[in-house]
């Protein structure tokens, strides 16, 4: 019952069955035709025939002396009828001893063709008949031929339309099987491609870049769920030892002092929960197709760090100038905002933030006067977790994918992110976003 209901069954149906309804209207139609051309062609003999018998009879030669121009289908039936001067009887020309005519038998089927010629006896009707037996058996030997033919045609239509069909349909068969068998262990897979430009071949070229989009976002989640063990694990620990070592002392522990720690550490422990959302984000791809002023965005975040009490570094903004980016407002905000945070925190007493726009694009400098970042160091701070020796002494709470989350944004817009020395003798990040034409 599955076979019957495949799409090559039901292809192979009705190709099969509108062929058969073709072959059969051509049947009728090809015998309809031969019939007709050979009645036709009868029908243009007799009156040829007939024509040069009344010229020879109009010249008074003797009926059975007429010379009767032999042609294609043999000689007609010819015979005199209705004489209306002279003798009341006909005379049938075939009935002399001498007649070069033949005799029509009685009943056959026939095609007449007739003249009236005026004769010195008189005027009469010239008569040829020819029949039509050549005709039906002609048609009959078609009709057979065809009754043979045309079921072995539909049948032979039939089986090559379903080998066809099968042959196409192949490789539709097997991306079938493959997607069955890809789960969620074995999402690495692809189904296979026909190197054919067709729409099977668009199709599994779509479903593999389907595969690798699931690909991408399953990895996405499981790298959001390891980073999230992996950060989430200190502080809740943390906090845990340290109600621990409390309840243990009871009465006698600084439950006020143990507060302000738990406190601490839920902070850290917020921070981090917000960072690995915004990484998730970044990753996912929101929206980047609006007009971003960077300008705005960098001198706002400059103020805030001025401001802060717990920043003690000058934030030097002279050089920012005019720059509208295409992209997500919130995502180029947090580009500016780590990679200020970063500067702030590896800094000795200076950063200088420069915003100009070269060509197709916006290009955001942040130095400081730092201690940098070695050069064999610079691709790999980049990577989640990642804390330089000298940052774990001094970058107390960090989580480490704080410049990760601006490599991805920048990816996700098109741009890109390098590092540098800095004039001040720190390092220098370069941020590249598209520019707003």
Sequence with gaps: MKRFSSVRFRVTLVATGLFAVALILASFGLVERVRNNLEDEIRKTNNEQLNAVAQQLQRGVDPNSVDVPNRPGGIPSIRIEGRERGESNNDDLNRGPNSPFATLPANDPRVRAQRRLTLATGTVTLVAERSLTEVTTTTDRINDSLTLGVPFLIVLMGLMTWWLTGRALRPVEQIRSEAAAITGSTIHKRVPEPTTNDEIGRLARTMNSMLDRL???????????????????????????????????????????????????????????????????????????????????????????????????????????????????????????????????????????????????????????????????????????????????????GMGIGLAMVRTIADRHGGSVTIGDAPLGGARFVVRLPAEI
């Excluded at 976002?217 to 200190?234: G, I």
């Excluded at 002092?257 to 929960?273: F, G, K, S, T, Y």
């Excluded at 400098?365 to 730092?370: A, K, Q, R, S």
């Design 215 to 397: 690909e991408e976002s399953s990895q996405r989640q499981r790298r959001f769920v390891s980073d999230a063990s992996h950060e989430l694990r200190s502080p809740i620990a943390t906090i845990r030892a340290q109600l621990e070592v409390a309840k243990r002392r009871g009465a006698d522990a600084d439950w006020p002092a143990v507060a302000d720690r738990i406190l601490a550490e839920d902070a850290r422990l917020e921070n981090a929960v917000t960072d690995l959302l915004d990484l998730a984000r970044a990753e996912e791809g929101e929206n980047i197709d609006a007009v971003v002023d960077i300008d705005e965005i960098v001198l706002t975040e400059a103020d805030r760090y001025q401001s802060s009490e717990i920043v003690n570094t000058t934030i030097d903004t002279h050089k920012v100038s005019a720059g509208r980016a295409r992209g997500n407002p919130a995502q180029c905000t947090r580009i500016v905002r780590n990679l200020l945070d970063n500067a702030c925190r590896h800094a000795k007493s200076q950063v200088a933030v420069s915003l100009t726009t070269e060509q197709e694009f916006v290009v955001l400098t942040v130095d400081d006067d730092g201690p940098g970042i070695p050069l064999a160091d610079r691709d790999r701070v980049f990577d989640r977790f990642t804390r330089l020796d000298e940052g774990r002494s001094r970058d107390a709470g």
